[in-house]
């Protein structure tokens, strides 16, 4: 099976460049839009000292099961315009809802059997485009019902844990250096500093931090999304693995039981939709990472997806 890939440009508030992946044109197939984690990557998921081309095997994968799939350069990165330090968590939605349409108005997509599958931030951008698109299903990874403010507190009590854990010199520098109540604390000045202002940045701790962005989602708690999704009425898929450091699967249980939404929380996958045997160390984040992306997508992710895709909106 061929699959073609081509570069599109989106129409929106700033042309966004994307990349559509597809295996026949000349039928009308359901298409998959995929909305990507937080940060500078590109539509691959890829960049300066990281390759992971996490988004393009999505792409791939769902190519091969017979969607017509876009993603997308996040704005003011790579081939998309605009300002990445001026864009709030709105902006990012409204790019996202104008790549759902672009997808739409393809010739060779079925107008109503869309998804947009959301990835890290991305899934809190899927679940917001819920209320501004009619779509016909979600599929997060990494991030379901999980606000920003939530996922840093989580990611800052696994380092304590880990560091709690450590022995020897360099064990008793990190519980030194690194105080759990003054990292949370920071966190709420962080935010609490962002819905105070309406500068495009604000200085954090030796850094300065986009203030639109973190007001956004300073606006909205993990129940917030829960609730939405929960409103939203058509199939979810939402995965999150047990070995995921940045989103917390725990969170998962704000869903259960409501029949339109199907949760999983496959045994040691980790955040970039890979499973390892040993513990991922949130303090050596970037290697292990770099280890795991060496291995393809996990096959029990894969087929959890390809399962839900066969009941919910079946390609062929």
């Not at 890939?5 to 966004?16: L, N, P, Q, S």
């Not at 030194?176 to 962002?194: G, T």
Request: charged share 30%; with cysteine.
């Amino acid at each position: 099976m061929k699959i073609t890939e081509k570069e599109v440009t989106i129409k929106g508030e700033f042309d966004i460049g994307a990349t559509v992946t597809y295996t026949d044109e000349n039928r009308k197939s359901p298409a998959i839009v995929i909305i990507m984690g937080t940060g500078k990557l590109d539509r691959d998921g890829n960049g300066a000292g990281f390759h992971s081309d996490i988004y393009k095997d999505l792409a791939n994968l769902f190519a091969e099961q017979g969607f017509a799939c876009i993603r997308y350069d996040k704005r003011g990165t790579h081939r998309s315009g605009g300002s990445f330090n001026a864009a709030g968590l709105s902006d990012l939605v409204n790019d996202a809802v104008s790549a759902v349409r672009y997808m739409k108005e393809q010739p060779y997509v079925n107008e109503n059997r869309v998804i947009v599958c959301g990835h890290s931030e991305g899934a809190m951008i899927a679940t917001l485009l819920s209320e501004k698109e009619d779509t016909a299903g979600l599929i997060l990874l990494g991030g379901a019902a999980t606000s920003l403010k939530d996922a840093l507190y989580y990611q800052n009590t696994l380092a304590a844990e880990e560091i709690g854990k450590k022995d020897g010199f360099s064990g008793a520098l990190l519980k030194r250096s690194f105080d759990l109540k003054k990292q949370l604390a920071m966190i709420d000045d962080m935010f609490e500093k962002s819905s105070k202002t309406d500068k495009e940045k604000i200085f954090v701790r030796g850094a300065f931090m986009p203030a639109k962005w973190l007001r956004e989602h300073g606006s909205y708690s993990s129940q917030d999304f829960a609730d939405i999704l929960k409103k939203y009425g058509r199939p979810v898929l939402a995965v999150t693995g047990t070995a995921d450091i940045q989103a917390d699967h725990r969170n998962l249980d704000l869903l259960k039981e409501q029949p339109h939404i199907s949760c999983y929380a496959p045994e040691r996958l980790g955040h970039v939709l890979r499973k390892s045997d040993d513990n991922i160390s949130i303090l050596e984040v970037n290697k292990d990472y770099r280890r795991l992306l060496k291995e393809p997508i996990d096959s029990e992710l894969i087929g959890i997806a390809e399962d839900w895709l066969r009941q919910y909106c079946p390609a062929r």
